[in-house]
């Protein structure tokens, strides 16, 4: 069964950082663009970072600098590591895989910045 993994998420401090990981268990990983979304109460899911099959990212532009995606193809992970968080990017974040027509998401795991 294909499945998509979160870890990482919990309660931080502002100014604080965390490390979400994914691990995937699919087959051919490395062909899968990889990516972060978010979604807080009341607004849409919003895309936060994507890592293509070659390596390319894309970050929402709000965050770039603060955020930073990244895949293991030898481990099928891939992470997004946190920095400088603040309370706006208080949601559930969920792990997502595509290839082709084929889109799979995690459960997802809520982080809260709140002091």
């Known amino acids: 069964q294909v499945q998509l993994v979160e870890s990482g998420g919990g309660l931080v401090q502002p100014g604080g950082s965390l490390r979400l990981s994914c691990a995937a268990s699919?087959?051919?990983?490395?062909?899968?663009?990889m990516g972060w979304y978010r979604q807080a109460p009341g607004k849409q899911r919003e895309l936060v970072a994507a890592?293509?099959?070659?390596?390319?990212?894309n970050y929402l532009d709000s965050l770039k600098g603060r955020f930073t995606i990244s895949r293991d193809n030898a481990k099928n992970t891939v992470s997004l590591q946190m920095n400088s968080l603040k309370p706006e990017d208080t949601a559930v974040y969920y792990c997502?895989?595509?290839?082709?027509?084929?889109?799979?998401w995690g459960q997802g795991t809520q982080i809260t910045v709140s002091s």
């Open positions: 997502n895989a595509k290839y082709s027509n084929i889109q799979l």
């Open positions: 699919l087959r051919m990983f490395s062909i899968y663009a």
């Open positions: 890592i293509t099959s070659g390596g390319s990212t």
